[in-house]
């Protein structure tokens, strides 16, 4: 089942005068469960799709459907709700909030919605995670306290603290050396199969791009190639 | 809620320096403003204070009489329908006193003033007592002797006398004929000339004798309550009940103090053409409120101007709130676009940022009340040897301060509410900002 579907999909901006064409128009979807990596050079329109999909950006054409809702001519109001309720967020340089500690980041986005788990529940649900990308010994340290790793680390926790069915992430190893880089892709790998949530990144690593089982290239805004495979088997359909 | 309060809390020790000026900025108005409330409202207190010692209590009951000549007098006869009131009334009755007064001639030599006299007795006078500050001579004549008089010092100094020394009285006794005595100065006293309650002392039934009375007749009670919040109540019950069937359906209201002698309350006297003669007492109340009307009108005035200028200090105060909120919009640009892409919606980032100026403004008021508070402790604790004027605003020679709650509270609202309207336009457009162009800035 298709969690996230593009349709004929294009996005014009308009800078001064000119209009970039940053998105020509591209078709494709995602299965629930896929570790897609959209890759291509930059200015491919990589974070547009990405920012398409996570509904911080309406096309100027086409159609974007997440989790069945379409997102044309939602209202600010409904498209937050969506993004709270399915959406999770990574981004290339981490934006933890650094007023708050390692636990309250995580925290941070089961607060904003109406139907919140209790307390003990966030709790648990908080301490699992932060164990699980490693950062048991950094629960109440501040974002400036930490390496880039770890504050990817903890960004991973928080985009998967509301349980989203999707996550993205946008260049999430650009700032990381590569050894940190293979770790992050690995946590959220590892994420993705524990958790069976759908993950999207953005990337033009090479090698990060082959943990992939779902690869879209894009080229001046346009697809080139979309190939899915199975990891284990190593096959590319 | 707390979650927006929370990072609103956070964000203000963020920029410690930058928060530290903004309600650093709020603090020094409410300063200003909290001082000078404190300070008109302790001087209020004091003049009243003041007031009741110098005129011998809160109520205050006069009679007056027509004789068989046709002459109105002032005199206070022994009256059942007084007495019983007092009685009835005694658990709201501090302390009574009853007193005479004339306006003589004081001659020492070549020199003569006229002056307010008072006939007190001194035994039941302990607040008047208490009240006065000798200057020369001493108090412990009073008891002992009747003829002796207190003079307020610049009385002794316009005159020439020097304590110990005698003087000559003359007065017109209360059926208009002269009468002249001698009488020893036993003490200079401060006085407050200036605000005309300069007035000299002497023995009741002393004075009584010049102006014609029997001892145990007066002219004024004068009477202490004990809680001036109820002063116009109880004053009421005794103009009410002594208020003979003749007087009943002439005016009902609360005569107003438009005319004073020393300080002394008086009803203006009505227009000879329409004077009615009346048989026995009647009486005339006025209590110590209907004298400080025209106080606290000046005082309320004051406050109006300081809230003016502290209103002036607000507005130069919230162009500042104002840019600094636009500044931080700007440096938490990205922030912002983060907390909205996991779901934070525009009202809720709207509210971090009101919130932070309702906490600056607390933070401000509070910084404020403590500075007042620690200034006025320590001005409050300093013995000035001020003018006798200035003496009567003072709690024996000491700034009294003195905050009204409802001060506090308007004050902080005002304070609080410019805050809010301050930071109310940098918060909105930090709402409606695109979360997609606000992660793409590189603030």
Redesign the interface.
Same mark, same amino acid.
């Given at each position: 089942m298709a969690i996230v579907e593009l349709e004929n999909v294009k996005k014009v901006y308009t800078l001064g005068k000119a209009e970039v064409h940053a998105v020509r128009g591209v078709s494709f979807s995602i299965e629930k469960g896929d570790f897609a990596s959209i890759v291509g050079p930059s200015g491919s329109g990589k974070?547009t799709i990405l920012?398409l999909i996570?509904c911080? @950006?309406q096309p100027t054409e086409g159609v974007v459907s997440i989790n069945g809702t379409r997102t044309e001519g939602l209202k @600010?109001?409904a498209l937050?709700?969506l993004?709270?309720?399915t *959406?999770?967020?990574i981004?290339q340089?981490f934006?933890l909030? +650094?007023? *708050?500690n390692v636990y309250?980041n995580i925290e941070? +986005?089961l *607060?904003?919605?109406k139907n919140r788990p209790g307390k003990k529940g966030i709790k648990e649900w908080i301490e699992f995670l932060v164990e699980a990308v490693g950062l048991a010994d950094h629960m109440h340290h501040k974002s400036n306290e930490l390496s880039g790793g770890q504050r990817q680390r903890v960004a991973i926790a928080?985009a998967l603290a509301?349980k989203p069915e999707i996550v993205l992430a946008d260049e999430p190893t650009a700032n990381l050396d590569s050894k940190t880089g293979q770790s992050i892709i690995e946590l959220m790998k590892k994420m993705n199969s524990e958790l069976n949530t759908t993950f999207i990144f953005s990337t033009h690593d090479r090698t990060i791009m082959e943990i992939a089982d779902h690869v879209i290239e894009l080229l001046d805004g346009l697809i080139v190639e979309d190939s899915k495979r199975s990891v284990e088997a190593g096959s590319i359909s | 809620m &707390? %979650?927006t309060m $929370?990072?609103a809390f956070?964000?203000i020790?963020?920029q410690k320096k930058r928060s530290f000026l903004l309600a650093g900025a709020i603090a020094f108005g409410m300063l200003a403003i909290t001082l000078m409330n404190a300070l008109t409202g302790g001087a209020v207190v004091n003049i009243r204070d003041n007031f009741s010692h110098a005129l011998g209590g809160h109520v205050f009951i006069t009679g007056r009489e027509w004789t068989d000549a046709g002459q109105m007098i002032m005199k206070i006869r022994p009256d059942v329908n007084l007495d019983r009131l007092l009685e009835d009334n005694a658990s709201q009755i501090e302390a009574f006193t009853k007193r005479s007064q004339a306006m003589p001639s004081l001659i020492f030599g070549s020199q003569q003033t006229m002056h307010i006299v008072y006939g007190v007795d001194f035994a039941e006078e302990d607040k008047l007592l208490d009240s006065l500050v000798v200057t020369e001579g001493s108090l412990d004549e009073l008891g002992a002797n009747d003829d002796v008089i207190i003079l307020p010092q610049p009385v002794g100094e316009r005159l020439g006398v020097e304590v110990g020394e005698t003087i000559l009285i003359r007065l017109e006794t209360l059926t208009g004929q002269q009468n002249v005595d001698e009488v020893k100065v036993a003490a200079f006293i401060k006085d407050q000339e200036e605000l005309g309650l300069s007035a000299a002392y002497t023995s009741r039934s002393y004075l009584n004798t010049l102006l014609g009375m029997d001892p145990h007749e007066y002219q004024i009670l004068n009477m202490f309550v004990t809680d001036l919040d109820l002063v116009d109540g109880f004053a009421k019950t005794f103009r009410e009940g002594l208020r003979t069937s003749e007087e009943e359906g002439e005016k009902d209201d609360e005569p107003e103090v438009t005319v004073t002698v020393a300080g002394v309350p008086m009803d203006p006297m009505t227009e000879p053409e329409e004077i009615t003669r009346w048989e026995g007492t009647r009486y005339q109340v006025m209590n110590i409120n209907q004298i400080m009307e025209a106080v606290e009108l000046i005082v309320g005035v004051l406050n109006q101007v300081g809230l003016v200028i502290f209103l002036i200090l607000l507005v130069v105060t919230m162009v500042g709130i104002t840019n600094t909120f636009r500044m931080m919009m700007i440096e938490r640009t $990205?922030?912002i676009?983060?907390?909205?892409? &996991?779901? !934070?919606?525009?009202k809720?980032v709207k509210r971090i940022f009101l919130w932070e100026a309702v906490f600056l403004g607390l933070l401000g008021c509070l910084a404020g009340l403590v500075l007042s508070g620690l200034i006025a402790l320590v001005v409050g604790s300093i013995s000035l040897n001020a003018d006798p004027s200035l003496q009567f605003f003072l709690n024996n020679g000491k700034i009294t301060f003195r905050l009204p709650i409802g001060s506090v509270i308007l004050n902080t609202s005002l304070v609080v509410f410019t805050s809010l309207l301050a930071a109310y336009w940098p918060a909105r457009a930090a709402a409606k900002m695109?979360? !997609?162009k606000a %992660?793409?800035s590189h603030t």
């Open positions: 974070s920012n996570g911080i @950006d @600010d109001k937050t709700t993004r709270h309720e *959406l999770g967020f981004f340089s934006n909030i +650094p007023v *708050l309250e941070f +986005p *607060l904003l919605g928080r509301t | &707390f %979650l $929370k990072v956070r964000n020790s963020r $990205k922030e676009g983060t907390m909205r892409a &996991f779901g !934070m919606h525009q809720q695109s979360p !997609m %992660l793409s």
